[in-house]
């Protein structure tokens, strides 16, 4: 059972910057690869962008493609979402998610193939 916290959320403005962390607990945190997910009030939960687990690929959702960056640290059990020019629109919940990665290469997309949940941190951009 893999265990997420994240955090590093808060109230920003429109152009600031912010960087999510989430921890995990699982000592093999190498062996997963790892999402982030948003939630706004109203909307579905949407792929932000995700990272295989030896971090050699990702992906984005196209809404913050060029201005979010994905990292992972694997000798700290961390992964990162890097978020600059941050606009109004990206005001919603962030969730990381992790899932066992047989295949090293794979930066999955799709939030059913994700086993494993953090609790969220909020993400607020004022205009």
């Known amino acids: 059972q893999v265990q997420l916290v994240e955090s590093g959320g808060g109230l920003v403005q429109a152009g600031d910057s912010l960087r999510l962390s989430c921890a995990a607990s699982?000592?093999?945190?190498?062996?997963?690869?790892m999402g982030w997910f948003r939630q706004a009030p109203g909307k579905e939960r949407e792929i932000v962008a995700a990272?295989?687990?030896?971090?050699?690929?990702?992906n984005y959702a196209g809404s913050v493609k060029g201005r979010f960056t994905i990292s992972r640290d694997n000798a700290k059990n961390t992964v990162y979402l890097q978020m600059n020019s941050l606009k109004p629109e990206d005001t919603a919940v962030y969730y990381c998610?992790?899932?066992?990665?047989?295949?090293?290469?794979?930066?999955?997309?799709?939030?059913?193939?994700?086993?494993?949940w953090g609790q969220g941190t909020q993400v607020t951009v004022s205009s």
């Open positions: 998610a992790a899932v066992p990665s047989p295949s090293g290469s794979v930066a999955y997309i799709r939030r059913t193939e994700y086993h494993y």
């Open positions: 699982e000592r093999t945190f190498s062996s997963y690869a």
């Open positions: 990272i295989s687990l030896n971090g050699g690929n990702t």
